[in-house]
C-alpha cells in the first residue's frame, strides 16, 4: 500500500476545516447544500463559505475570497462553473490548500474541449502535488466526523444514523453513490464514507480503496466500477482489505461482451475482459454485487464476519418445503448441503416426528412448539458438528420468537455462523441481529446474499496463500531476457518456453519436401508435418498440418501439399521450412493453456479443454499470475472436463502432476517475459497416462509491437541438429 497515497488523501475524506468556493445561502443549490448539512449534523471543524454576494450563510461568516481566510483550510470544495476551475485551484495552491474537490462537469466527458481542459487538469496537479478529487464529481461524506461535502439530498431522506459507521461505498458514480447510500441505511447498516470518483482525472478508484484498507471506521466496502485504470494498484489494495478481513462487494457495470476483433491467440478470445474481471475478483476474493439491494445486504451480513461460517450449510426449518427451496438455491449458489453424519442424525431423531427429515435440511416439524428444550439441543448439535460452517434456521415469526433465546445461548457459546430466515413479523429480529445473528425476511435475499458472503468466508485462505505468493515472486530479483524478435515460428516458441522449464515435442526442422523426408528418417515414423511460420498461427486453418505420416512418400507428399496450402493461405507470409515431429500417441487428454496481458491486471493465465474445439466449448478457468501447481490444480478440477483427466467410466487416469507443473512452468516464463511477450499458449498439451508425464505439442507467442526486434532468422533460437 502506499502509505504517502493514504496520507494525502486525509484532507479530501477527513478533513478538519472546510473552504466551499461558490457559497449558496440556498439549500437546494450545489453551494448552499454542503454547507446546509454541515449545519445540520453539527460538523465540528471550521467552515469557510467563500462568495462575495454574501456576509453569512448558514450561521457561518462568508468570506470574499480564497485569499481573505483567516486559515489554511485543508479543503477546498469548488462548487463553480470548469471554464473557473484550473485558476481558482491556482490560487488555492498559492495559498496552501493541499486537497480540492471540483463539481464541475465539462472535462473529459465534454468532447475535445473538455478533454484539453482536463489535460491542463492533470498538468497542474502534477506540478502542485495538490490532491484534487473529480472533476465532475459530487463530493464526499464521512459520517463519523459530520463532515459532509457532497450535494446530495440523500442524507437528509433516510433514518438518521446514530452510532458509528463502519461501512464505506465507494462508487464511480455520484447517482449510484446516493442510491446505494438510501438502501444501506435503510437497512439499518451505519456508514462511514460516501464517496464517489468522478472522472478520476488525478485521483484513481483504487487510491481511495488503499485510503479504506487502513481507515479504522471502515469494515467492508461496498463499490461501483465502470471500468478500473490501474490493476496493479487495485490488486494491492484489495489484498490489503482481504488481509484484515473487510469485505470487499463490487457491482462491475458491463455484464454483457461486446464482442471482439478476431485476435492470433486462442487464449485472448477466451480471455475476454469480463471473464478476467470475474476472475480476478474471485481471486482477490472480492464479493460481486448483483445489485444495489444485494450490495446494502451484503453491507448487513459483513457486521457478521467474526463468526465462524463458510460454504458447508445446515438448514432447520418448519416446513419440508421450504427446506427444499433453501437447499436449492444454496447448492445452486456454490454452497454445499451435505448429509449430516449418522450420530447427528440419531440425536436430531430421538426429537423429530418420523415424517420429519434429519439428514439435512433438519425439518423439526411444528412439533417443535412441544419440545422448546430440544430446539436448543439441536442448534448446541449444530454449532459443534465439524462437518457444518454455518447453520440457517428458516421459521414462521412466533416460533422464531420462541426459538430466540436457546438460539442466543448457543451463539454465545459457539462461534458458529447462525443466520435467521423469518417468515412472518417475529419480534426478536432486534435482539438476534445486535447478538450476532443476521436476520433476513425474504427467502430469495437471504441465499443471494448468504452464499457469496460464505464464500467470501471460505476463500480467504486461499486469497491468503496467493498474495504471499505474489509477494514472494515481486521480491524475486528480475532477470535480464535476452530480446525476442518480433514475431516467432513454433519452434523458436518451443525452445523458448523449453529453457523455463516447459514440456514439449520440439522436433526438426525441414526447408523443403526432401529435407522433411530426411527429418522424418531421423526420428522415425510415424510422424506429423507442420508448416513453420511465425505469420500463421492457426495452422489448421491454413492446411498447415498433416498428421500420421507413416514413409517417406506420405513425408514428401504432405510437404508439397502443405507449402502450397500455406503459401495459398497467406501469400505475404514468412514461410521458415517445415516443422518435423515424432506423433504423439498416449495421450488421455489435450487442454490449452495460455497467457495473455490483461490491459487492467496484468497476465493472466487460461486453462481449458484442448484442440480444435477449444472455442466451442468454452470450458476454461482463468486466474492472474502467478501461479504455482496446485493453483492449477484447483483451476483443472473446477472444468466440466475434469472427469476427463480423472478417470471418468474406465479411462486412464492423467498424469495431472506433469500437466500441472507444465502449466505452471508456462506461467514462471510468461512472468519472465512479461515486458516483451502478449501472449504465450500451448494447444494442445497433450497429458498422457499417470506417471506418463505431458508435453506441448504447439506453441505460440505473440510478442509486443514495442518490443519486438527486427524480424531475425529462423534459426536464431535453433540449433539444427536438434532432436526430438
Known amino acids: 500500500m502506499n502509505a504517502a497515497s493514504t496520507h494525502a488523501l486525509a484532507p479530501l475524506l477527513a478533513p478538519r476545516s472546510i473552504a466551499l468556493i461558490g457559497a449558496s445561502s440556498n439549500p437546494a443549490r450545489i453551494g448552499g447544500m454542503p454547507l446546509d448539512l454541515l449545519q445540520r449534523f453539527g460538523y465540528a471543524g471550521e467552515v469557510y463559505p467563500i462568495n462575495p454576494k454574501y456576509a453569512e450563510v448558514f450561521g457561518n461568516r462568508c468570506y470574499r475570497d480564497v485569499e481573505s481566510l483567516p486559515a489554511v483550510p485543508d479543503l477546498a470544495v469548488l462548487a463553480i462553473a470548469a471554464d473557473e476551475v484550473l485558476s481558482m485551484l491556482e490560487r488555492c495552491h498559492r495559498c496552501g490548500i493541499r486537497a480540492a474537490i471540483v463539481y464541475a462537469a465539462g472535462f473529459a466527458e465534454a468532447g475535445a474541449a473538455g478533454a484539453a481542459l482536463q489535460r491542463e487538469l492533470e498538468a497542474f496537479v502534477a506540478r502542485s502535488g495538490m490532491a484534487v478529487a473529480g472533476p465532475n464529481c459530487m463530493g464526499f461524506a464521512n459520517l463519523n466526523l459530520q463532515a459532509y461535502t457532497a450535494f446530495a439530498s440523500i442524507f437528509v431522506n433516510v433514518p438518521a444514523q446514530t452510532e458509528p459507521g463502519r461501512v464505506s461505498i465507494l462508487t464511480q458514480s455520484g447517482n449510484v453513490c446516493s442510491a446505494v447510500f438510501g438502501l444501506v441505511r435503510r437497512r439499518g447498516v451505519p456508514v462511514s464514507h460516501f464517496i ?3 472522472n478520476e482525472a488525478t485521483l484513481e478508484y483504487a487510491q481511495y480503496l488503499e485510503y479504506l484498507a487502513q481507515d479504522p471506521g471502515t469494515d467492508c466496502v461496498l463499490g461501483y466500477v465502470e471500468q478500473l485504470r490501474d490493476g496493479a494498484r487495485f490488486i494491492d489494495a484489495a489484498l490489503a482489505l482481504a488481509a484484515q478481513r473487510k469485505p470487499l462487494v463490487i457491482y462491475k457495470a458491463g455484464e454483457t461482451e461486446k464482442g471482439s476483433e478476431a485476435v492470433q491467440s486462442h487464449t485472448s478470445a477466451l480471455a475476454g475482459d469480463l471473464a478476467v474481471y470475474r476472475a480476478s475478483f474471485d481471486q482477490l476474493n472480492v464479493i460481486r454485487g448483483q445489485d444495489f439491494a444485494h450490495m446494502a445486504d451484503l453491507g448487513y451480513l459483513s457486521g457478521f464476519r467474526a463468526r465462524a461460517g463458510g460454504r458447508r450449510v445446515a438448514i432447520v426449518t418448519m416446513s419440508g418445503a421450504v427446506g427444499a427451496i433453501l437447499a436449492d438455491k444454496l447448492t445452486l449458489a456454490g454452497l454445499e448441503v451435505p448429509t449430516l453424519p449418522a450420530e447427528l442424525q440419531a440425536l436430531l431423531r430421538a426429537g423429530v416426528p418420523d415424517y420429519g427429515m ?11 412448539v412441544n419440545s422448546p428444550g430440544f430446539v436448543r439441543t439441536v442448534f448446541e448439535a449444530l454449532a459443534q458438528c465439524a462437518d457444518i460452517d454455518t447453520v440457517v434456521v428458516a421459521a414462521p415469526g412466533y416460533l422464531l420468537d420462541r426459538m430466540a433465546d436457546p438460539l442466543l445461548e448457543v451463539c454465545a457459546q459457539h462461534p458458529r455462523l447462525f443466520v435467521a430466515l423469518d417468515t412472518g413479523e417475529a419480534q426478536c429480529r432486534a435482539r438476534l441481529s445486535a447478538a450476532g445473528v443476521p436476520v433476513f425476511d425474504d427467502l430469495a435475499r437471504c441465499t443471494q446474499a448468504l452464499a457469496p458472503f460464505c464464500l467470501w468466508l471460505a476463500r480467504q485462505q486461499a486469497t491468503a496463500e496467493w498474495a504471499a505468493l505474489r509477494q514472494r515472486q515481486q521480491a524475486q530479483p528480475r532477470v535480464a531476457v535476452p530480446a525476442l524478435p518480433a514475431r516467432l515460428n513454433e519452434f523458436d516458441t518451443k525452445q523458448l518456453l523449453a529453457g523455463h522449464g ?4 520440439t522436433g526438426l526442422v525441414a526447408h523443403d519436401a526432401e529435407g522433411a523426408v530426411a527429418r522424418a528418417a531421423q526420428i522415425g515414423y510415424p510422424v506429423v508435418l507442420k508448416i513453420l511460420s511465425a505469420d500463421i498461427a492457426h495452422k489448421t486453418e491454413a492446411g498447415g498440418v498433416r498428421l500420421a505420416l507413416a514413409d517417406a512418400a506420405a513425408v514428401r507428399s504432405a510437404a508439397t501439399q502443405i507449402l502450397q496450402s500455406a503459401r495459398e493461405y497467406d501469400p505475404d507470409a514468412r514461410i521458415d521450412g517445415l516443422l518435423v ?7 488421455v487428454a489435450e487442454l490449452i493453456a495460455g ?3 490483461d490491459p487492467v491486471f496484468g497476465p493472466a493465465l487460461t486453462v481449458g479443454l484442448g484442440g480444435v ?3 466451442l466449448y468454452r470450458d476454461v478457468a ?3 499470475l502467478p501461479v504455482d501447481a496446485p ?4 483451476m483443472l478440477q473446477s472444468l466440466k472436463a475434469w472427469p476427463l483427466l480423472d478417470g471418468f467410466r474406465g479411462r486412464p487416469v492423467a498424469d495431472v502432476d506433469a500437466a500441472c507443473a507444465a502449466i505452471a512452468a508456462l506461467g514462471d516464463a510468461a512472468w519472465a517475459l512479461r515486458d516483451q511477450v502478449q501472449d504465450v499458449e500451448i494447444n494442445p498439451l497433450q497429458v498422457r497416462a499417470q506417471g506418463q508425464g505431458a508435453d506441448a505439442l504447439d506453441a505460440l507467442v505473440l510478442v509486443k509491437p514495442q518490443a519486438g526486434q527486427a524480424l531475425a532468422p529462423a534459426a536464431q533460437f535453433q540449433p539444427q541438429e536438434e532432436t526430438a
Open 581 to 587: 515431429q515424432p506423433m504423439a500417441t498416449g495421450g
Open 613 to 615: 474445439l477449444t472455442e
Open 595 to 597: 497467457v495473455t496481458h
Open 631 to 634: 493453483m492449477v490444480r484447483a
Open 502 to 505: 516447459v514440456p514439449s515435442l
Open 196 to 198: 464517489n470518483t468522478g
Open 358 to 368: 434429519v439428514s439435512n435440511p433438519v425439518d423439526v416439524t411444528g412439533n417443535i
Open 622 to 624: 482463468h486466474r492472474l
